[in-house]
């Protein structure tokens, strides 16, 4: 998917970058990760010069396999509080970006060698990470604290495989399920 960039000023439009999946603003730079180059870059809004944050930078084929016959894929990306959050495949789970350049393990997931992270979004609202780890249809939803380090589980009994697209906003969830790609769902978590 394209992003597009228009400016007020000069009324000009530009293709600002291709291949957009996860993607947000924090300060003078638009983060994102690209659907066939599993990592996560960084746009510099000023400059417009790209860099890879995270990642190899390849696309998804060229990922070279690691002693264990797996591949590092990061999935899905979120933002909290100025900390930038992603799902790894290798090993597989939920990790925090430090300043220094480390991974700091949040949640692991339990997949096969060769599995990828579709389900395990991460989403953010309200200063707490969001994400499920599990790819049953038995949804439980998970809710980081960054500030404590508690994870606190909710149960969505849906019937459907409930792990796709999640958001939430004002205190809903919104989710895409595997049976309906197209329709949105949506429980209220919090008051």
Known sequence: MFYFRFSLATREVEEFVDDVTD???????????????????????VTGQEEVVRGEGLFIRDIPYNDEGQRVIISFVSLVDGHLYYTMST?????????????????????????VLDYAYVTSSLHKLYYCNSPSSDFTLLEYDPETGETTEFRLTTGRDGRYGLKIVDGYVFYRTRDDLNRIEYTKLFP
């Not at 983060?31 to 870059?41: E, L, Q, V």
């Not at 597989?92 to 599995?115: C, H, K, M, P, W």
């Open 91 to 115: 090993p597989a789970g939920v990790y925090r970006l430090e300043d220094d350049g480390n991974d700091v393990l949040i949640s692991n997931f339990e997949i096969t060698s060769d599995q």
């Open 23 to 45: 993607c947000f603003f924090y300060e003078e730079g638009f983060y994102f990760r690209k659907h066939r180059y599993p990592s996560i870059y960084r746009k510099d809004l």
